[in-house]
Each structure stands twice: as C-alpha cells, then as structure tokens.
C-alpha cells in the first residue's frame, strides 16, 4: 500500500512539469510579442527592447521556461500587465471565492447525482428511471452559461426572489457565511452543478445496474436478505468508481467554473480570466490556468490516494 | 471432427450464396425501431437540414437590420420569432446561426477523431517507446478540465474561426487517443491478428485490415459523445468573445449580444441557447442510442 501511495506521488512530477510547460507555452503560441499587445503603438524599437529586457522576453524560449518555471515555484507567477500587480495575489484572491462556488455546486450536484443514479440503477427501465434518465441527459446536454441566463430571468427578473450578479455586499474580497452572502451564491452554484449532477448520475446508475446484475446480488436476495441490506453490498461495491467519477467532477468544478462565474459576475478564477482575456493580459492568463491546472491535478491525486481506503481491491495489490 | 464432417457431407450440393446481413445493416436496423433514435434523429436531421439550406428557404436577410424594430417580440407579423437588439430577423439569424455552430462543434471532433485514431493506434499497435511518448504526452493535457484547455488555447491564439477550430481540436484529441490505444492495445494480442503477421502480413497491412477494421466503431461511437460537448464549448468560445465574430450569425455570440436584453425581451434573449440545448440534447441521445444498437460497452 505504501508503495502504491510513492508511485502515485512520484508519476505527479512529470504530469506537473508538462502542465506548467503548456501554461509557459501558452504565451508564446500567441501571435506577435505578449509584449506588443500593451505596448504604446508609438514606442520606439529601443524602448520595446528594454520592455522586453525588463520581462525576460529576449532570453532563448528554454532559459525563459527554467526561470518563469523557478520563479513559480517560488510564489512568483509575475506581474499582470495590465494592472501591474502580483499575479499570485490576483489568482490566490479568486481561487477562495471559486473555492467557495465549487463547494456549494458540488453540495448540491454530487448528493443529488449520486441519489438519482441509485434510483435509477435499482429500479432500471421503471418509471423512475425514465424521468431520472430524462433529467440526467437534460442536465449534461444543457449549455450552463444558457442555463444560468434563464434563472436569472426566473428568480431575479420575474420573481425577484434572487440578486442576479456579483458576490454580496461585502464585494469580492470579503465573504461572509450570512444569508447576505448566501442568497448570492444559490444560482451560480445551482447552474454550476447541473452538468456534473447530469455526469454523476448517468455514471452512477450504470454501475448499480450493473452490479445488480451480478451473480452475489442474486445470491444475497436467495438468502432471504431484505432489499436494505442487498443495497448496503451494492453501494459497498459502487462506492471507488463513483468516488473517482466524483473526484474528478470536482476538479472540472473548479476549472470549469469560467463562463458562469462571467454569467453572474462572480468575482473567481474564471471571472479573472475573462479580464486576463479581453486585456491580453498574458501573464495574468497563464498564471491563472497554471493554478487551476495544478489544482486538477492534486485533486486527482487526492482521490487516487483515497481509493484504497475504500476499496480493499487496490490494497491487496 | 467426425460430426462435422458429416454434417458438412449431409448437406448436400451447395446453395447460392446467401450475403450475410452485415453488421452495419444490423446496426441500422436496430436503430430503427429504437423510438428515441428515430424521434431526435429526424430533429437533429432537421437542424442540419436547415442550417445548410438556409439560403435557399426564402428567409429574411440575417444581418439586415432595422432601428425602429429592435427587440420586437416573437409572434410579430413579418418577423415569426421577434427581433434581436438590432432589429434583425430571430428566425432567420437562428437557422443561419446553425450553419457556424454546428461546423465549428462537429468539425474538432472529425478532426480530433482522425488524429487521435492514428495516434491511438500506433501508441497501442506499436507499444515501448512509442507508447509511453504519445500517452505520457496525452496524460499531461488530462490535468486540464476541458472548458479550461479550450478556453486557454483560444485565449492565446487570440479569436476567430480557426484558431477556435484548432483549440477545440487539441482539447479532443487526448481523450480520442485514450480510447483508441486501449482498444488497439486489447485487440493487438487476439489471435487472428497473430494468425495474420504468421501468415506474413506485412505491419501496415495487419494494421489497415484486422485492427482498424475492428478498432474504428467503438472509437467513432466514442467521438459522437463528444460532439454536444463541442459544440457548447464552441458556442461558449463565442459567448465569451474568442469565437466568432459580430455581427456573424453564430449561436453563442448571439446569446453573448443579447444578454443584456434578458431585462426587455427575455424570451428573445433564450433563444439561441434553446437550439443549443436542443441540439446537444439530440447529439446526446443519438450517441447512446448507436452506442446500445452497435452494442459497445465503456
């Protein structure tokens, strides 16, 4: 088990490396200078030499890569262009408050997700099962930024039961686990977690059919067990895949959150890398992708590392 | 063997040949009386119809506008389904809305789908060094969310069709060829591919006939649950400005310019994410009925 947890940790590395090179790439798959896009259409041929001194832009493509790769895992992920401040600050403010969007959507999209599925599998091709699927498909099929326009027609314009944007009172800086706060939060995370809520199910209801037609569900019900404690083997059996799949649900959560978080102005990740777009603030949109990035990956880990604890399969291997 | 001799002997002088029914006509067949199959599939076929015909349906013109008959609602006599924020015929800009949504939703997993099918293969036929280049490569671009990846490359390549066309391209060929090396690499050690090198088929040949033949339709079913993701990702490229460009007609972008019209007219305003939705929904549906006719297990 140790072992599988080194191996886990180590194969990390590479996966990691490869992932801050194509953020470093990022800028410069980009046409012309990520210099020229901010710079003075006036300025002359030695003042952009010395912009590009000043940002390490006239060093050879690897030397650039080994000190932007030094400088990041330092805390140091450079200076916006456009507003000059630290990207590291600018990410790591965002980061909360996508945190803070996730945790709801997946508060509400996992529980949901994984309960319809359940139903669903056990009673297969029943009318639950129907409506489930039908909910299910509806939920990966629908474009959330669309998804979010409409709640905001309902419960804010028609209703006016919800505030349509932004994060509160307290602004983007300052959160606070009130109902102030709170009503904010209700349709960005809802529209949020409508697709991994659709995934979630959809994988979940495949697995349970699929182990209730296995041969010891069979041989449990012969026994004389009542349906509760055939379910208690079922969801024994279900629980490492529906883990993994949810698992990696919440890194898309996190990453995925771009296009609602500039629905309903949410001041996250995904909003900054709307600014870092419109402004061709590169170095801000590199920075932020590679925290996003990151985060993926770890979480991925994460779940890979909890995997034997609830599925004794891995362990013995 | 004695019984099959006889048997073979007790049946007498041999037939016409009768032409098996073929897998594909099997497929079709099955997908025929799958009612969900034939209901989305005759919608879908009707929204393809209709973007690639649409000059040719006498509709308005989809860029001409008019000032004084902005946001008109849907039901308005001249304009069936209302007016967008500059006076332009809804019905109009949704069927040609069609024709960019759709090409740039379907045309990165067709060309992810030939890409990463060869990719796939060849890491899975070939193995070793191969192998560990192309799929430690492609586990690099998994750590990305797929919005994310989308997103950053348009970012980067700045807007337009193409750029838009490449980066949905390079989100989409990492899974592909995920599928496809462990098919290839699952079929690799069957035996009538053993049979074929012994009985001296060349590499190329072995390849082309006994693994594609077999490797294409899980692959290609694969690739056709990914197209609803596309193409939402292609409207959101748009939605977000790293798409198309106005005042082209194209589903998010129209969803993008009209959000600030959710507070006048928000029926309007839905609209193009309505084809959206019903589009994915149909690509969706379609995909897990061929894959339940074609009988493919994940």
């Given at each position: 088990m140790l072992i599988y947890f080194l191996q886990r940790l180590v194969s990390v590395i590479p996966v990691a490396l490869g992932v801050s090179l194509i953020c470093f790439m990022l800028v410069h798959i980009a046409?012309?200078?990520?210099?020229t896009a901010v710079m003075?259409?006036?300025?002359?041929a030695e003042q952009q030499a010395e912009m590009r001194a000043a940002y390490g832009f006239d060093k050879p493509l690897p030397v650039q890569f080994v000190l932007w790769l030094g400088n990041a895992l330092t805390g140091d992920l450079g200076t916006?262009?456009?507003?000059?401040?630290p990207v590291a600050d600018e990410v790591m403010r965002a980061v909360g408050n996508s945190l803070i969007l996730a945790f709801f959507a997946s508060a509400i999209g996992f529980p949901l997700g994984i309960l319809f599925g359940f139903l669903a599998g056990t009673y297969k091709n029943g009318v639950v099962d129907k409506v489930i699927t039908g909910i299910a498909i509806a939920g990966v099929s629908v474009p959330n930024y669309w998804l979010g326009m409409v709640l905001v027609v309902i419960?804010?314009?028609?209703?006016?039961?919800?505030?349509?944007?932004?994060?509160?009172?307290?602004?983007?800086t300052e959160w606070a686990w009130d109902w102030e706060h709170l009503r904010f939060i209700i349709l960005p995370a809802i529209t949020l977690a409508a697709v991994p809520m659709g995934i979630v199910t959809r994988t979940v209801r495949a697995l349970v059919a699929d182990i209730r037609s296995n041969d010891f569900v069979t041989a449990l019900y012969a026994k004389g067990l009542m349906s509760r404690h055939v379910v208690a083997h079922v969801i024994r059996n279900a629980a490492p895949t529906a883990l993994s799949v949810v698992g990696i649900q919440l890194g898309y959560l996190l990453g995925g959150s771009i296009l609602i978080e500039t629905v309903f102005n949410w001041p996250g990740t995904g909003f900054l890398l709307s600014n870092a777009i419109f402004q061709r603030d590169l170095p801000l949109l590199q920075g932020t992708i590679l925290v996003l990035a990151l985060f993926f990956v770890v979480t991925n880990l994460l779940v890979d590392l909890a995997q034997p604890l609830i599925d004794p399969r891995i362990r013995r291997t | 063997m004695a019984s099959i001799g006889t048997s073979i002997a007790a049946s007498g002088p041999p037939k016409a040949v009768v032409r098996s029914k073929g897998y594909w006509s099997g497929v079709g067949a099955r997908l025929r009386r799958d009612p969900v199959a034939l209901v989305f599939g005759t919608f879908l076929f009707a929204i393809i119809g209709a973007a690639i015909f649409a000059p040719y349906?006498?509709?308005?013109?989809?860029y001409a506008g008019s000032m004084v008959s902005?946001?008109?609602?849907?039901?308005t006599p001249g304009h069936l389904l209302g007016t967008d924020e500059?006076?332009?015929?809804m019905l109009a800009r949704l069927i040609y809305g069609g024709r960019l949504t759709l090409l740039l939703g379907l045309l990165p997993v067709l060309f992810a789908f030939m890409i990463g099918t060869v990719l796939g293969v060849l890491a899975g036929f070939v193995g070793g060094l191969v192998n560990a280049v192309i799929m430690r490569t492609v586990d690099v671009f998994f750590a990305f969310p797929s919005v994310l990846l989308a997103i950053a490359i348009s970012a980067a390549l700045g807007a337009g069709i193409i750029n838009s066309i490449v980066s949905l391209t390079l989100v989409f060929i990492p899974p592909i060829t995920r599928v496809a090396e462990s098919v290839t690499a699952s079929v690799r050690n069957l035996e009538y591919v053993d049979a074929a090198r012994i009985s001296g088929a060349s590499a190329f040949t072995v390849v082309r006939v006994h693994v594609l033949g077999n490797v294409v339709s899980p692959i290609f079913v694969y690739a056709t649950s990914l197209t609803s993701v596309s193409m939402i990702l292609a409207a959101g490229l748009s939605f977000l400005g790293l798409g198309v460009k106005p005042p082209e007609a194209e589903w998010g972008l129209m969803l993008n310019t009209l959000r600030s019209a959710i507070y006048i007219n928000p029926l309007i305003a839905a609209l193009p994410g309505v084809m959206i939705f019903i589009t994915s929904l149909c690509l969706n549906l379609l995909s897990d009925s061929l894959r339940t006719a074609m009988n493919i297990k994940d």
């Open positions: 046409p012309g200078d990520p210099l003075p259409v006036d300025a002359t916006s262009i456009a507003s000059g401040r419960f804010s314009v028609s209703l006016g039961w919800l505030p349509s944007m932004g994060a509160g009172p307290g602004g983007s | 349906l006498g509709l308005q013109d989809p902005r946001l008109k609602p849907v039901g500059l006076g332009r015929d």
